[in-house]
């Protein structure tokens, strides 16, 4: 396991379709989180999970996002019906309960047309 | 909520020079606060990190010192070098026990030959 991986890497979808990203963490860290970078700007916090719960949601998670972690190691990130707003790049980083350190993965480019 | 200022936004410095990057935050119970690099197209990578308990850290070239009082923390990069140019992010995040982030805009280090 050589670090977080996100798959795709690229998805370009019609405004109004549903998408859903995976991530996989590093395999020895509990905690996982979903950022969401646009262009020129540093990533803004989406939610956390702790296993399989989901500790916190940001208010930025429109009712259109939701996040999984069902078995506590990968998780999953939907968007349903996507806006143009929605075209970002979606990153994920884990990192281990008793260490602050989060590691990224290299993210998800969302493009909605 | 936390906000997290970066300043400047871009920074061309010439080989062999130092660099510094400089954040503020706004919520005195942040506690750790990491910088990222990110290449273009590529993943944030964690650089250095600092927990409120300590004034300074360093790591090579890279060190980062930290103000509670003030509420801030800077980047110092010594003898850049032309494969320092990227973005460089700060972050800060608050207990208790997990690490969600709150990043700066980002600062663009260029650094000529």
């Known amino acids: 396991d050589t670090g977080v991986s996100q798959d795709p890497r690229h998805k370009i979808t019609k405004r109004g379709q549903n998408v859903t990203f995976r991530c996989d963490p590093i395999s020895e860290h509990n905690r996982l989180y979903w950022y969401r970078q646009t262009l020129g700007q540093g990533p803004e916090f989406l939610t956390y999970?702790?296993?399989?719960?989901?500790?916190?949601k940001s208010r930025l998670l429109s009712d259109r996002f939701s996040a999984e972690r069902p078995k506590g190691s990968f998780s999953t990130l939907e968007i349903q019906r996507t806006e143009q707003g929605d075209s970002a790049m979606y990153l994920c980083a884990s990192s281990s309960t008793n260490r602050e350190e989060a590691f990224f993965g290299q993210g998800t480019r969302l493009t909605v047309v | 909520g936390e906000n997290v200022e970066q300043h400047p936004s871009t920074l061309s410095v010439q080989e062999g020079d130092s660099a510094v990057i400089k954040c503020t935050y706004s919520?005195?119970?942040?506690?750790?606060f990491p910088w990222y690099k990110q290449e273009l197209g590529k993943r944030p990578q964690l650089i250095i990190d600092?927990?409120?308990?300590?004034g300074e850290k360093k790591d090579q070239r890279i060190a980062v010192t930290l103000n509670k009082t003030a509420k801030h923390f800077s980047l110092h990069i010594t003898e850049t070098q032309p494969e320092d140019s990227a973005v460089y992010f700060c972050?800060?995040?608050?207990?208790?026990?997990?690490?969600?982030?709150?990043f700066g805009k980002g600062t663009m280090l260029l650094v000529s030959p």
């Open positions: 600092i927990r409120s308990n300590v």
């Open positions: 972050a800060a995040s608050i207990p208790p026990g997990y690490s969600t982030l709150t």
């Open positions: 919520d005195s119970a942040s506690n750790y």
């Open positions: 999970f702790q296993n399989e719960a989901q500790l916190e």
